[in-house]
């Protein structure tokens, strides 16, 4: 059985959320975000590794954090860098077997177990699962002084957990640092290798302004309803 790798990246600050903790450690419902991050990755497969990638002022509070998911490896827990590819080659200096691994925002808590299912199924026989949604808004390019209107049938806007198999995403992450590096598809995509889109969830938001924790908050009490009523 192919091993299992989620790097849950939780290196955010609470800025845009008028928090004085990052936003990570924000709760919903008496949880943590970071928790509904861990539990849904757990819930995916228990035999899932778990790697925290965490401020190194937050080590202990994302320890507390995940204290009472009790998975069957211990969870790891490794402190960020100062770019979000630092962080996660951090993360992923804790693999050192072949694996599928997800890349995850910690801050995306709303991910559910059939996504993380559906990418670990294509990147078994794609190599590379992209989650991605189509843009519902009206969408315009800036170009120097002006601006034109973008066909939004062709934008597509991407989440995580973004899943690869170990033999691309590890030699990729080699690599020295580019601006251009915005998440790991675009890394892989440096080291020459194709990526693979999947079809992404709008539920799979990110917690990032106090709205979206009320988003969340429903989500949570619709998907408990569904679970009560099977």
Not at 146 to 152: C, E, F, K, L
Request: glycine share 6%; net charge negative; with cysteine.
């Amino acid at each position: 059985m192919m091993e299992k790798y989620a790097v849950i990246v939780a290196g955010g600050s609470g800025e845009r959320m008028g928090s004085a903790i990052p936003k990570q450690f924000l709760q919903i419902l008496q949880k943590t975000i970071l928790w509904y991050s861990v539990k849904a990755f757990l819930s995916s497969y228990p035999d899932m590794h778990i790697i925290l990638v965490l401020p190194e002022e937050y080590i202990q509070k994302g320890k507390d954090s995940v204290a009472d998911l009790s998975p069957l490896y211990p969870i790891q827990l490794i402190t960020g860098g100062k770019t979000r590819f630092a962080s996660v080659k951090n993360g992923l200096q804790l693999v050192n077997e072949p694996a599928v691994i997800f890349v995850h925002d910690a801050v995306r808590c709303m991910v559910s177990t059939q996504l993380i299912q559906k990418c670990f199924e294509q990147t078994l026989e794609k190599g590379s699962a992209v989650p991605a949604i189509a843009a519902t808004d009206s969408i315009r390019m800036i170009e120097g002084n002006t601006h034109r209107v973008a066909d939004r049938n062709l934008i597509r806007i991407i989440q995580t957990p973004q899943t690869f198999m170990s033999t691309l995403l590890l030699p990729a992450f080699e690599m020295d640092y580019r601006d251009a590096f915005t998440d790991e598809a675009t890394v892989v995509e440096a080291s020459g290798k194709n990526i693979e889109l999947i079809e992404g969830e709008y539920e799979n938001i990110k917690i990032t302004r106090p709205t979206d924790l009320l988003i969340a908050e429903k989500i949570i009490a619709e998907r408990s309803m569904l679970d009560e009523s099977k």
